[in-house]
């Protein structure tokens, strides 16, 4: 309607940042965090040759900052665990998915509105459009399930939940991950899948969370 060239969308306390390009496709934490961190990288401006992200950013960030000679460390989910990750590493970029994004060198929390300054920046000095770094981050396929649960015991008690597991982790053949957590406010726990196919993502997340229900529920 506007023939903007950014869409910028915040939280309701502005420290998250979500943000679409000319074209109206969505950027997220992960594909701003590493258009963030590779630009420092780019003026010498990174620290600790290393961005911290969480277990749950996606295999695509890893990818895309490894292949730059970029270090990504994961940190549990939470702002304060990023932070805490990042000063122990010397890194001066952390962030989540959800446009949770740290530039430590500005400031010691999320601010939503000095990661869109951030981002607006390299695409003013090299005067390109956003869509231009949308390539930077290639996205595996994520499947998400929440299954309420009645208490939250170790998975590693449940030799079915192991089993299911192993087997999963056999069909992803080293080309995606598996990652099984708790909410840390709700009685839920999380099944997180990662693959390069979508349909292979869904089957193992579905079988999994199959087991965890009959284990757990």
Excluded: W
């Excluded at 060239?5 to 943000?19: N, Y």
């Excluded at 695409?123 to 930077?136: E, Q």
């Amino acid at each position: 309607e506007h023939n903007a060239d950014a869409g910028i969308a915040f939280d309701g306390d502005a420290d998250r940042v979500l943000m679409c390009d000319e074209s109206g496709k969505l950027m997220d934490g992960d594909l701003l965090l590493a258009i963030c961190a590779i630009d420092a990288k780019e003026q010498g401006l990174l620290k600790g040759g290393a961005v911290v992200g969480t277990v749950m950013s996606n295999l695509g960030l890893e990818k895309a900052l490894t292949s730059r000679g970029i270090e990504l460390f994961r940190s549990q989910v939470g702002d304060r665990y990023v932070l805490a990750e990042m000063l122990k590493r010397g890194a001066n970029f952390g962030g989540e998915q959800s446009g949770h994004v740290i530039a430590l060198d500005h400031n010691t929390t999320g601010d939503g509105l000095l990661t869109a300054l951030l981002t607006l920046a390299k695409a003013v000095r090299l005067n390109k459009p956003l869509s231009t770094f949308s390539s930077l981050v290639e996205r595996f396929p994520q499947q998400l399930i929440n299954i309420p649960v009645l208490e939250k015991k170790p998975f590693e008690d449940f030799s079915e939940i192991q089993k299911v597991v192993s087997s999963a982790e056999d069909k992803l053949k080293g080309n995606g991950r598996i990652l099984l957590r708790y909410s840390g406010t709700e009685n839920k726990a999380r099944v997180m899948v990662e693959s390069e196919s979508e349909e292979i993502c869904s089957l193992v997340a579905e079988e999994v969370a199959a087991v965890i229900r009959k284990s757990l529920a």
